[in-house]
């Protein structure tokens, strides 16, 4: 079983660790001790509080769309350079890089320090994790 400590817990969360403490004060979390000693929290438990944290996300978008992951944040960089740009996005602890023509890049306005979402919708999506010590 997966555990996680509670500073990776607020990491993988993208709260403060006082939040998560905060939580397993309130029952939403529930923690156990490592063999340390340490507060860690169950990585299934965490997977299901970062469902619900998601899902309380507003939609006030009229659109619906087949693209399911959005990633809003403030714009950070923009290359123009003849018919192409290069639009960088900062989407919390997400750096998302987007190439797009100058034209479009244009008409949406995009600018360092404005807001701007991008909608990803991938055929391939590589999944990574960690390598177990023997």
């Known amino acids: 079983m997966t555990h996680f400590r509670i500073s990776e817990a607020a990491h993988l969360l993208g709260v403060s660790d006082d939040t998560v403490r905060r939580w397993v004060g309130d029952g939403i979390l529930?923690?156990?001790?490592?063999?340390?000693?340490?507060?860690?929290?169950?990585?299934?438990?965490?997977?299901?509080?970062?469902?619900?944290?998601a899902g309380g996300a507003a939609d006030d978008d009229p659109v619906r769309r087949s693209a399911r992951n959005r990633f809003t944040g403030l714009v950070t960089k923009v290359e123009i350079d003849g018919l192409m740009a290069q639009v960088e996005l900062q989407s919390g602890p997400h750096r998302v890089v987007s190439l797009m023509s100058a034209e479009a890049a244009r008409e949406l306005r995009l600018e360092v320090g404005s807001k701007a979402t991008a909608v990803v919708k991938a055929t391939l999506v590589v999944v990574e994790t960690e390598k177990q010590a023997s």
Request: proline share 0%; hydrophobic share 45%.
């Open 30 to 53: 529930v923690a156990s001790l490592d063999s340390s000693g340490r507060q860690v929290v169950d990585g299934a438990a965490l997977a299901d509080q970062a469902t619900r944290l």
